[in-house]
């Protein structure tokens, strides 16, 4: 049994609260849950309908594998793992995440030590996601990010092909921490980082493209929000995208897949060499293979 507390200002619905919490349940197995009493409202029998507010607790008589399924790693060995996230789970914080995931997979074995994330994806964006198994790894990880010695390619659709069809991107980008929304700018300004985007058309299916894109540094929504400022905005994405194009094409979250990881040719700590030079790829998403058959346009 789990015990959740809403601590939510505003009132929310029961069904909706839970299934942002943990998105891999379905309205269907929530409704069979409140048939068989397994799950309450403050102690007591309650519909899916009725209203949250600030301090109930919500009791849920379900399966941890219902609530949070299985980790999928990509690769893993005595020091770290490397798990494919799917789009719509964060990667960290409360209910159904990819921390969650792999703590419960490991625990499942025997493996009682927590993982460490070593960097972040945006929770609509799936694909791979390094995590450390011991101290060691974590230091090592997180400094080959910030120093950019591990590159990253993403797989995306774009709403418009860009032109020229492969290019570096170059300009500026600052943050509304108000608003969760980042700007790109064509040159410096105060509070702008740098950013460096680079992109290869793959196919090109109606007016949509697939893109191969290398993230040389790693801003928050750099992909998204640089290739939207050259009229190219991704797929899916409700915030630098176009809702409209998001509804007629049925996206969910934006198509965006972080799908490879490079790590560098030399390594000089022994005890990590043996990564030198492997890349690892995530599945390719559904939609890329819909856009080079043109199926999806």
């Keep these: 049994m789990r015990e959740l ?25 929530l409704h069979k849950a409140v048939r068989e009493n397994k799950l309450k409202l403050n102690g007591q029998k309650t519909p899916l309908s009725a209203l949250l507010r600030r301090g109930d607790s919500v009791q849920l008589y379900l399966r941890e594998e219902q609530l ?21 789970i ?42 450390a198994k011991t101290p060691q790894a974590e230091a090592f990880l997180t400094a080959a990010i910030k120093e950019r010695a591990i590159g990253k390619r993403y797989l995306c659709v774009t709403l418009g092909a860009p032109q020229p069809p492969a290019a570096v991107l170059r300009g500026w980008l600052r943050k509304d921490a108000a608003r969760g929304t980042v700007t790109v700018l064509p040159r410096p300004a105060p509070g702008a980082k740098e950013i460096v985007t680079g992109y ?47 509804r007629r094409y049925h996206m969910r979250y934006q198509a965006l897949c972080a799908w490879e990881l490079i790590f560098p040719p030399k390594i ?30």
Aim: charge should be negative; proline fraction near 6%; aromatic fraction near 6%.
């Design 268 to 297: 000089a700590d022994e005890r990590f060499a043996y990564l030198a030079g492997k890349v690892f790829h995530a599945p390719e998403p559904w939609y890329a293979q819909q856009m080079r058959d043109g199926t999806l346009e």
């Design 90 to 131: 964060a990667v960290e914080g409360e209910g159904d995440t990819l921390l969650a995931r792999a703590v419960q997979t490991l625990a499942a074995r025997g493996e009682t030590a927590p993982p460490r994330l070593c960097h972040r994806l945006d929770t609509g964006t799936s694909g791979l996601v390094l995590l």
């Design 68 to 88: 949070c399924p299985p980790a999928v790693f990509v690769y893993e060995d005595a020091e770290l793992l490397i798990a494919d996230k799917p789009a719509g």
């Design 200 to 246: 290869e058309t793959l196919a090109v299916s109606g007016q949509l493209a697939l893109l191969k894109v290398d993230l040389v540094t790693g801003r928050t929504h750099q992909i998204r929000a640089h290739l939207a400022s050259i009229g190219c905005p991704i797929l899916g994405d409700g915030k630098y995208g176009s809702n409209a194009a998001n």
């Design 5 to 29: 507390i809403f601590d939510d200002a505003k009132p929310m619905r029961l069904d909706a609260w839970l299934l942002r919490r943990f998105p891999a349940l379905r309205a269907g197995t």
